[in-house]
């Protein structure tokens, strides 16, 4: 079978070196930043790589064996130069509608926009636009939409095996771009990718963030979420880590310990009148799997077949709208926002310098 030609933009840490980082991870299979995953892709080749640092440029090039020629600054001359297939963004989101664009134009085919997917509503609607008059096949990284546990848990959800699902709860939040982006996806995802209808959020120390219509920081937020279905979700900031429940009629989905720890209590009879209890059983079984790779993998097997992937851009379009959404609630004093959001004025706007990658596991 043919490969695919991929090139990553932004090649910093998720670009190409948060391996590093992540190695030795309990539930974190590698490889996980893009370029790993591309390489380790029998279907896709690293050709080319693009970052304004030359520093990070060059350590990209030798790690990933990228020759100097095929090493751009510029990354507009990169999208001439090399027609790359699949074009990897794995810049901060206030560069990512840019260079999406510029993909999509120059006549990409794939897109691996990393999250969070734009800085402002107005750029994810663009993005929609562009990606689907070209029918370019696109997934944003939040990487436990392909996590095989969350896959596991989605289906016993989906299947009916425990009931309706009525409640999602998430003990992080945190900062809304950075990671409530995932927490975000991961609740549409639990949830069989039904719309969100409303939200009422709080952004403990949003006054920092706001400059007018311009976010100065990263906010962190925590609010409520209804779905279409009826289904709630409780975005919170508890201190317990990155943990998230699925509560049905027939009992209740565990992922605890960052995806380290997964646990299943079934609703049973108690024996005593209607009375009931929840009885731990264990979770069923799966096999860890790394999440970049099988996300390249869905890229992959969409451009193969013409299908959709199983993220797309809506999906990433719907959880940038509930980050603006949260923003919204709390700028109207807590009140609740109804959805699809329309016009929001806001935009991230940080001066932050990107981070040093780590260039070598220690
Ligand atoms: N999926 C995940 O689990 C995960 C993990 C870490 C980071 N991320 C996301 O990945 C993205 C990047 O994070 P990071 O920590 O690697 O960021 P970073 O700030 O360290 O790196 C961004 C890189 O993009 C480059 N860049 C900026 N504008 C550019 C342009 N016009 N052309 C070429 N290069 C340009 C910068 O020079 C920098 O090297 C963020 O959106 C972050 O939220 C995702």
Redesign the pocket.
Known sequence: MRTYRAAV???????G??DHEVVGHPSIVLP?SHAAGYVACPRTELAAC????PD?LAAFGEQYGIPPARR????RALLQQEQPEIVSV???????A??VLAAVEAGARAVYA???MAASTGEAAAMVEAVERRGVVFNL???RRWHPGFERMRRCIGEGEFGELRTLVAYVTGSL??TA??TFDLLFYLNGDVPARWVQANLPRGESALDGDLLREDPVGEGLIEYENGVRAYALNTGRGTEFEAICDGGVLISGNNGDDWQIRRRVPLGIGRHTTLRAEPFPRFEHAST?LRLIEDLVQALDAGGPTRGGVRIARANTELIFAFVESHRRGGSRVNLPLGPCPLRLERA??????RLAAT
């Not at 693009?50 to 640092?53: G, Q, V």
């Open positions: 933009i932004g090649c910093s840490r998720m670009g070196f948060i996980y693009a970052d304004l640092r990070v751009y600054t510029d990354y794995a810049t901060q989101p206030e560069q990512r840019e260079i990393e999250k969070a990284g939040t990487n771009f950075n982006s995932h970049t932050a310098a990107p981070r040093q990658p």
